[in-house]
């Protein structure tokens, strides 16, 4: 018993701190390790550009890469781009996520509403939406409007799934707690339609403004004189490749920063899934 | 109050067939009376309860609480087997739940249940969630839920069967505790006929699908003397009354599904 005891008690005082050293030295790893990956790779870049060995017409050097996007920074042009870019990603994700969400959740709570709704989601989802995009400009205009109403498309089906499949998953236990303290059908919205499928609305959040921005730099590829996509198709036509990737950077950053953002939002919207949402 | 069970029956439709859960179910609850239920898995007990709750309509027969059958009286308070706590609402959310839904304002209810923590030494966790806490916290939360909206009857569905022996005995005696300072009436289920010998004034036991009453026991022990102390002789011996009826209802039930 004595023997169990100091064992225990070892072990307890031991593995804090050796525990807590790994994490340090796993963190560390895990923050400088892809950083330097990643400044090897672009040093080797630079070395076979500036001796010839890669073309530098089509693999512009690292550093005229970066010269590149300080010259568009400074003159303005990048952020007048890119806010071309997010103002039309944000319009179509509001136009088109908010009634998905609405609608998803209430597919999700009526089964009847679903049994009509989702065969014409089933039918019109698989089409890739860039493939709709010429009838839109016929429709609505070769504008602002008809990308916008593109991106809003786009949105609108992971929004609408998501949603679904966020009512869906809640355990029917609690609808019953609800009924059985006698909540009214606002009530079971507000308190348990609306936060159980919370989770599941930030996933189809995320997903929908991951395609909103591949939408965008479609749509602007094929016909804008603004944006991000533009900038990478002025680039093509006029072969200014180092355009092309200051373009492809920018887009990257963008993704990156709304992820992690959105990651942190869903820590805070949904603290009762920390070890999820983490 | 008291909760009269008449001639209920439940069938279920599933794939094409017609399954019979409970047949011609009748009994009564006194006022005050805690009456436990026993039966083999899948004997429509928790069906039984749902009925009961105003939940899931019966097919037949009708449940009357005081005068008035149920729709139109006061509606029997719940608690749920396992996962009955809102995942997404902190503990004092969650057992604040059924005065919220009254429409009482925040500080009432916080104030009400808060007191309903202290009671059941869960006032540190107000602001946890569910998933912070044991599963036995989580079922005290539940029940303090279903006592702070003060129902005439409280329903009580296998309340204590995800917990370990331990646990179990501990909160038996709480519920005991504050049940003998309310004495609501009360319908419990559970598998555990120990259990039901020392909470229940009455033991019912019910037979395999289709569930009906097969048997009603008084329990043996003494309202005084119950707790958590060993069962005696007499108290033996009923248990294993209880305990071959539910045994022929279980080979029963294995015949009839092979």
């Known amino acids: 018993m004595e023997n169990l005891e100091n064992v225990g008690r070892r072990s307890a005082s031991e593995s804090p701190g050796s525990n807590l050293k790994s994490v340090l030295r796993f963190m560390r790893w895990h923050i400088w390790l892809p950083i330097l990956v990643i400044a090897v790779l672009l040093g080797l870049w630079e070395i076979a550009v500036r001796n010839k060995w890669l073309s530098a017409l089509l693999f512009p050097a690292p550093s005229t890469i970066f010269a590149r996007l300080l010259v568009l920074l400074n003159s303005g042009e990048l952020l007048i781009n890119l806010g071309q870019t997010l103002a039309r990603m944000l319009v179509g994700f509001v136009a088109g996520g908010v009634p998905a969400a609405l609608l998803g959740l209430l597919m999700g709570w009526l089964p009847r509403l679903s049994r009509v709704i989702d065969p014409i989601i089933a039918a019109i989802h698989p089409i890739p939406k860039v493939a709709i995009y010429p009838l839109i400009m016929v429709l609505f205009g070769i504008n602002e409007v008809s990308k916008q109403v593109i991106i809003a498309i786009s949105c609108f089906f992971p929004m609408v799934i998501n949603s679904v499949a966020g009512v869906r998953q809640i355990s029917p236990i609690h609808f019953e707690v609800a009924h059985n303290y006698g909540a009214s059908r606002r009530q079971i919205f507000t308190q348990v339609v609306l936060p159980g499928s919370l989770p599941f609305m930030l996933s189809g959040v995320r997903l929908a403004l991951n395609t909103a921005l591949h939408m965008a730099i479609a749509v602007e590829i094929i016909s804008a004189n603004r944006g991000l996509g533009s900038i990478i198709w002025f680039a093509w036509e006029t072969l200014r490749v180092e355009d092309l990737y200051v373009a492809l950077i920018v887009i990257s950053i963008v993704g990156v920063l709304m992820n992690w953002s959105l990651r942190r939002l869903a820590l805070r919207l949904v603290p009762w899934q920390k070890q999820e949402a983490g | ?258």
């Not at chain 2, 279920?12 to 898995?41: K, N, R, Y």
């Not at chain 2, 319908?187 to 009603?216: S, W």
């Not at chain 2, 958590?228 to 029963?252: F, G, H, N, P, V």
């Open chain 2, 1 to 258: 109050m008291q909760l009269i069970c008449q001639h209920v029956t439940k069938s279920f439709e599933a794939h094409g067939a017609t399954v019979e859960a409970l047949a011609d179910v009748t009994f009564t609850v006194q006022e005050h009376e805690f009456v436990c239920m026993v039966g083999p898995s899948g004997c429509g007990k928790t069906t039984l309860l749902k009925i009961i709750a105003g939940l899931l309509p019966p097919t037949s027969g009708q449940i009357v609480i005081g005068s008035t059958p149920t729709g139109s009286g006061p509606r029997p308070a719940m608690v749920f087997q396992e996962h009955g706590l809102f995942p997404w609402m902190t503990l004092l959310d969650n057992v604040a739940f059924g005065l919220k839904m009254q429409g009482i304002d925040r500080a009432q209810r916080n104030d009400r249940a808060t007191t309903w923590l202290e009671r059941f030494g869960l006032a540190g966790f107000a602001r946890h969630y569910p998933h912070e806490l044991s599963v036995g916290m989580r079922q005290r939360a539940g029940i303090a839920r279903a006592f702070l909206i003060d129902p005439k009857i409280l329903l009580m569905d296998e309340p204590f069967g995800a917990l370990d022996a331990q646990t179990r005995l501990i909160l038996q005696d709480e519920l005991l505790k504050v049940w003998l300072a309310s004495r609501k009436s009360v319908v419990y289920i559970t598998h555990d006929i120990e259990e039901a010998l020392r909470l229940g004034d009455r033991v019912l036991v019910m037979t395999g699908r289709p569930g009906r009453i097969r048997a009603d026991f008084p329990s043996p022990i003494e309202r005084s003397s119950r707790s958590s102390t060993a069962l005696e002789a007499k108290e033996i011996d009923t248990k294993w009354k209880i305990w071959k009826m539910l045994e022929d209802e279980a080979r029963a039930s294995l015949r009839e599904a092979i």
